[in-house]
């Protein structure tokens, strides 16, 4: 696996069909264990809704994904939530579709365009984070080049994981592993050399796309 899709943090979204009022959470979860805790986290905020439906994929491989009607007709909620993650090419996430049922039925076919259209609706709107591997690098400067540094780590759009204001400012930053050649050298010649470059280690980021 070189990269992968998620979202970043919890969205809410919600919409009326019917009279019966559909809130959507979607959240970024990674295993398992932290997926069935945030269905049951969304079950306690909403104790008195008629349905808690729930889909899931949870880890970066698409092998661990889950789903529940809870209590809605079989295959008319969950399914179709989860149906729309898949179609989204979207890992370690989980989405919950509460209803507040409005006195309408909507039929089966109503039900899998109503949650699967809210699910859809929360996921485009969420805020995407590609997964790829990254270099992480402490990058350190004297005082006098530290101006210069931040324009450049701005234009790049890097991702600063911290900054130590000691003896020299000593910058981490985390680096697409791909593009990690070309932004060691260019930093080194925006500074004329003037930089200290060490490589810390690598694992998958979610850089914001």
């Not at 930053?173 to 060490?198: M, P, Q, W, Y």
Request: glycine share 8%; with cysteine.
């Amino acid at each position: 696996m070189q990269q992968y899709l998620s979202i970043c943090g919890e969205t809410v979204t919600q919409k009326v069909i019917e009279k019966s009022r559909f809130i959507t959470t979607s959240r970024h979860v990674e295993g398992e264990e932290q997926a069935k805790a945030f269905v049951e986290e969304i079950r306690s905020k909403y104790p008195d809704a008629t349905h808690n439906c729930s889909a899931y994929i949870c880890d970066e491989l698409g092998n661990c994904l889950r789903f529940s009607d809870d209590g809605e007709p079989q295959g008319t909620a969950g399914m179709p939530m989860l149906e729309v993650i898949k179609n989204k090419k979207l890992y370690q996430t989980a989405v919950v579709v509460t209803r507040y049922f409005g006195g309408i039925k909507l039929g089966a076919g109503g039900l899998v365009r109503a949650y699967s259209g809210s699910a859809a609706e929360n996921l485009d709107v969420a805020q995407k984070v590609l997964y790829q591997t990254c270099s992480e690098g402490k990058y350190t400067v004297d005082y006098s080049c530290v101006d210069t540094a931040l324009r450049y780590l701005s234009e790049q759009g890097a991702n600063i994981l911290n900054t130590e204001y000691l003896n020299e400012v000593i910058f981490t930053v985390a680096v697409k592993k791909d593009e990690e050649e070309d932004f060691n050298s260019s930093f080194l010649n925006r500074l004329n050399g003037k930089i200290k470059i060490e490589k810390l280690k690598e694992y998958f980021f979610p850089f914001k796309i």
